[in-house]
């Protein structure tokens, strides 16, 4: 066969531009060669639809077992009593939650978009905000932090029968137990998706949503630093607390009605390969080591976000209790846009992302903001000492804008940085 040199050198350049980069997106992480190993695998050739000991195809009984695993390796994780491994993303799990709990047309809340939010949290572009209605909580303009005295409010005004906890770009714990409260006074099924922190929360350095949730979702890419991909948890509430029907009207177990949603609800065959990786993830979090790596995302974090206010930029809520930072760039530079910003420090090949800010004047397109994580740069083995490193470097470009010369002298500064923090070492 024909090696697709094209392609492949297509790869080559991407992994070249990872290598040199400072990546600060705080949804992307690195990972070892083990996972590309076991993504790469025959695993994929695979069709298995169902779930193990219940499939539909046969030849499953290997794959069965890398199934299970995973499975297993999640609950002990995560101290959870049930697992679905087969979720394809955040973005599948939560569309699976959304079909196993509502019928079209109910309610349900979650944290608004432009302050904070996920696209599948209800946004009106997404199958959630188009198949359901949605109400949204919002954090406050002067704190920066969920208000949740006003989403009890909310709640109770608008009785939805879902309420999701989680975000894509908030920096501060969430107080799960409190919000169980409110879900309780409404039978609401209460939902957090930790697809950010989850990493951080396996380890114990946040609060636990399993212990106060129904249902949890989690990405398994992000701090958990595995494949890309997703997955669906219950922690102790097997008892179908509100009397959940299916569609055909028969009330079933929370458990029973996930595994429908997920196959066959919203998805066909599960992807094997990443399932058998999900499970070299979850056994590599088991470890010290893995311990090691989150205590220090969540110190270089602390230190970046302090940096930056150091620069005098104003760090949204003030600072991080997770690997995340939003940067309001109106407070030092109020002319320049996110998009601005992104797309000049590329080319000193540092990477994040754009990212509205609470009440933004902008569009998502242009942005106010920028979000910054530090589970990568952690990955590739940077410390505390080098977080107002990276910060001075981004302020530098920040601050020389339109200035090519600046770009490149960061650019050169930054390649040379990289070589002290190898990737793919092993
Ligand atoms: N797009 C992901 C993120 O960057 O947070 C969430 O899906």
């Known amino acids: 066969m024909i ?9 080559a350049q991407e992994r070249a531009r990872q290598m040199n980069s400072i990546v600060l997106i705080a949804s992307e992480n690195f990972v070892s060669y083990q996972f590309l190993e076991a993504m790469g695998s025959v ?8 779930y193990p000991g219940k499939r539909y195809y046969g030849g499953c009984q290997i794959v069965d077992q890398t199934e299970q695993l995973a499975i297993d390796r999640a609950k002990e994780l995560f101290n959870a009593e049930w697992a679905n491994v087969q979720p394809h993303s955040g973005a599948q799990a939560n569309m699976a939650v959304l079909m196993a709990v509502l019928k079209p047309g109910d309610v349900f809340m979650g944290l608004d978009l432009s302050h904070g939010g996920h696209l599948s949290h209800g946004s009106p572009v997404n199958s959630s905000g188009i198949l359901y209605r949605t109400v949204a909580y919002r954090v406050e303009a002067e704190t920066g932090l969920i208000n949740y005295d006003k989403m009890e409010e909310t709640a109770l005004r608008e009785r939805p029968k879902l ?4 975000a894509s770009a908030y920096s501060r714990d969430w107080d799960y137990a409190r919000m169980r409260k409110i879900a309780d006074q409404i039978h609401a099924i209460l939902m957090a998706d930790i ?29 958990l630093r595995g494949p890309r991909g997703g997955m669906i948890m219950i922690g102790k509430d097997f008892e179908n607390p509100w009397g959940l029907k299916t569609l055909k009207g028969e009330t079933k177990m929370m458990s029973a009605l996930l595994d429908s949603a997920v ?28 311990m090691n790596y989150v205590i220090q ?3 270089n974090a602390a230190v970046m976000s302090q940096a930056f206010v150091d620069k005098g930029y104003h760090v ?19 002319e320049i846009t996110g998009k601005v910003v992104e797309n000049t420090l590329v080319k000193a090949d540092i990477t994040v992302n754009k990212n509205m800010v609470p009440f933004d004047s902008r569009s998502p397109f242009q942005t106010s903001g920028l979000r910054v994580g530090t589970p990568a740069i952690t990955t590739r083995g940077f410390k505390e000492d080098k977080m107002p490193v990276i910060v001075d470097l981004i302020d530098q470009v920040i601050s020389k804008i339109d200035s090519e010369e600046v770009i490149l002298a960061v650019k050169k500064k930054v390649n040379e940085l990289m070589r002290d923090y190898p990737l793919f070492a092993d």
């Open 43 to 50: 695993m994929t050739n695979k069709y298995a639809e169902g």
């Open 3 to 11: 090696r697709d040199e094209k392609v492949f050198d297509l790869i």
């Open 163 to 166: 309420i999701i906890a989680g």
């Open 297 to 299: 995302v969540k110190k």
């Open 316 to 334: 949204i809520s003030g600072g991080t209790d997770n690997h995340l930072m939003l940067i309001d760039l109106r407070s030092k530079f109020p």
């Open 195 to 223: 697809a950010h922190p989850a990493g951080l929360i396996a380890k114990g350095l946040l609060n636990d949503p399993l212990k106060h949730c129904h249902i949890v979702t989690t990405t398994t890419h992000k701090t």
């Open 263 to 290: 196959f066959p609800g919203v998805q066909g065959g599960p992807l094997e390969h990443v399932i058998a990786s999900k499970a070299v993830a979850f056994g590599e979090a088991l470890t010290e080591t893995y």
